[in-house]
């Protein structure tokens, strides 16, 4: 097996298999435990085999030393290119301007858990996002766990990483994208009663502490999601999700992509 760098594994069934059916030809190799031929696993290996991608057998604990504690399920693929498609800091308005319909932008605020990102990533991949923002100091970034998770989302949606998270606020209003902020609070608008369907960045914040002041102080629209039972909040991923589809409701009904 090639080198093992943890920017170039992706783990766990379905995330080897998303590779696989994405791009097999990026696989250089991939290791199963002893026993693997039944099951799920036993299909997987089928249908790597047929790919024609080579496959090593090993003890569970290798792979186990290789991942740590992250849950493998028995299957590890290593890819050659893995990294998340980019856009240079320099070249937003560029990338702005080339899109075809009004821009659906999502930006998370310094998420930290690996998970959120991963489940982000993929909701963004569903919903059509053209590009996600984070910032680079005080945020994951794309890790071995957030690549399973995401589920093939980490090598499709453009991801662009900012020095300056304010000062790309700025510059996405002096292109016309309006910036709707997540946040449960008095002056906040429920979603369904605020216009998304045109050039918008949804702007979420880390967990737990939501988005910093100087963040919100930068947004044109603040909203929140109505919750109707004892629960105040939503996990970042899930809030992300329904603001992300509902944008994509008005947008369809509205021509707005």
């Not at 992706?10 to 998303?18: D, F, K, L, P």
């Not at 946040?183 to 960045?201: C, F, V």
């Amino acid at each position: 097996m090639s080198k093992t760098t943890t920017d170039a594994m992706v783990y766990g069934i379905h995330a080897v298999r998303s590779a696989l059916q994405r791009n097999s030809g990026s696989i250089s190799e991939v290791w199963m435990q002893d026993g693997a031929g039944r099951g799920r696993l036993g299909d997987l290996q089928a249908e790597i085999e047929a790919a024609g991608v080579p496959v090593c057998f090993k003890a569970r604990t290798a792979l186990d030393q290789i991942v740590g504690d992250a849950r493998h399920q028995g299957v590890l693929a290593l890819i050659e290119q893995r990294s998340a498609p980019k856009v240079a800091e320099a070249d937003l308005p560029d990338f702005i301007e080339g899109l075809a319909v009004p821009p659906l932008l999502l930006v998370l605020d310094g998420i930290q858990d690996p998970h959120n990102l991963g489940a982000c990533l993929r909701t963004a991949d569903g919903a059509g996002v053209h590009l996600v923002i984070t910032p680079k100091d005080n945020a994951v970034g794309i890790t071995p766990v957030v690549r399973k998770v995401a589920s093939g989302a980490a090598e499709t949606v453009p991801l662009v990483q900012v020095t300056n998270l304010a000062r790309t606020l700025r510059a996405l209003q002096d292109m016309g994208v309006w910036l709707v902020g997540a946040d449960a609070s008095p002056e906040s608008a429920s979603i369904y009663d605020t216009d998304l369907s045109g050039p918008i960045a949804l702007v979420m914040g880390a967990e737990g502490r939501g988005l910093r002041q100087k963040t919100r102080g930068l947004c044109d629209f603040l909203v929140e999601i109505p919750m109707a039972g004892s629960v105040s909040s939503l996990n970042v991923s899930v809030a992300t999700g329904v603001l992300l589809y509902e944008a994509v409701r008005q947008r369809t009904f509205r021509g707005g992509s």
